[in-house]
């Protein structure tokens, strides 16, 4: 895989410290770089192969820095299959991850909430998913330096990680939801009778991200928390029309309490090493 090694050389030559832990900030949640020091960001179109970010609340810049107390970069905007991507792009900046030497990544998206217990603004540490995406990152030729042809997908998150967070999460009386993320392609947002569907199956949040990330995380081998905010219950669930104007705006809602999970989920890195 030539192009990640030519990415992350355009990447290191800007850099002074090497990144621990890597972020994907999803709609309207990119705000967290402010919370950075020292930042330095790097456009999208600065790093050679890497595509661009054309969705609104997605910036399209890699923001390194120290947050925390650890050095860190986040993704200021993701990549979707239904932007046009090849699905091998939309999950390549993890392989630039793992050749930055990455070791723990914190995957953030908005979703809609299936689950009724679920509402707006709630979060939700995702444990398992399903690809209704019916896409794969992984398809055609596998490059065994990076992971095995046939991943296990038998634990997607660190669960040690999580532990570590919800304990923490309690003890500030911060309230953390867990739940099933389902992917779909998009753009268009669901149908009623989709969404009676994918709650048949399981599902208990439903987005257009996430999913062919969590499988080359998987695949490399980085460890991997996803948090979901909950911006809008799924299609048919309230009378209410979906937008992403709204979808924004809900993420913007719950910036104290997401940038606080954000925190602790970091500093929760820490506890988990020693
Ligand atoms: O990038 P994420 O998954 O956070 O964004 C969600 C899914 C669509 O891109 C968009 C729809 O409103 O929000
Ligand atoms: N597919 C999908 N993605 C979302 N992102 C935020 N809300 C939603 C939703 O209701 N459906």
Request: proline share 5%; with cysteine.
């Amino acid at each position: 895989m030539r192009l990640y090694t030519e990415m992350k050389e355009t990447v290191v030559r800007r850099l002074t410290t090497f990144p621990k832990v890597a972020m994907i900030l999803g709609s309207g949640l990119g705000y967290l770089t402010e919370q950075f020091e020292e930042p330095l960001a790097i456009d999208y179109r600065e790093i050679p192969g890497f595509p661009t970010a054309t969705v609104e609340g997605h910036s399209g810049r890699l923001v390194f820095g120290t947050f925390q107390g650890l050095p860190v970069v986040a993704m200021e905007g993701r990549f979707h299959f239904y932007e046009g991507h090849r699905i091998e792009d939309v999950s390549s900046p993890i392989y630039l991850f793992k050749e930055l030497g990455v070791s723990n990544l914190l995957i953030t998206n908005a979703s809609g909430g299936i689950n009724r217990s679920f509402s707006p603004g709630d979060i939700v540490a995702v444990t398992d998913i399903i690809n209704f995406g019916f896409r794969n990152p992984l398809r055609g030729e596998n490059d065994r330096r990076y992971g095995p042809r046939f991943p296990d997908m038998s634990e997607i998150i660190d669960f040690a990680w999580l532990k570590v967070l919800k304990s923490r999460l309690e003890k500030a009386k911060i309230d953390l939801k867990e739940g099933t993320y389902c992917w779909t392609l998009g753009p268009s947002y669901e149908t009623p009778a989709e969404i009676r569907a994918f709650e048949f199956f399981g599902a208990d949040l439903v987005g257009m991200s996430t999913v062919p990330e969590v499988i080359a995380a998987r695949h490399c081998g980085i460890k991997l928390l996803v948090l979901s905010c909950v911006t809008n219950m799924a299609s048919g669930i309230l009378k209410e029309k979906l937008t992403h104007a709204d979808v924004v705006k809900t993420a913007n809602r719950i910036r104290p309490k997401f940038t606080a999970v954000v925190q602790h989920a970091v500093e929760s890195i820490k506890e988990t090493e020693q």
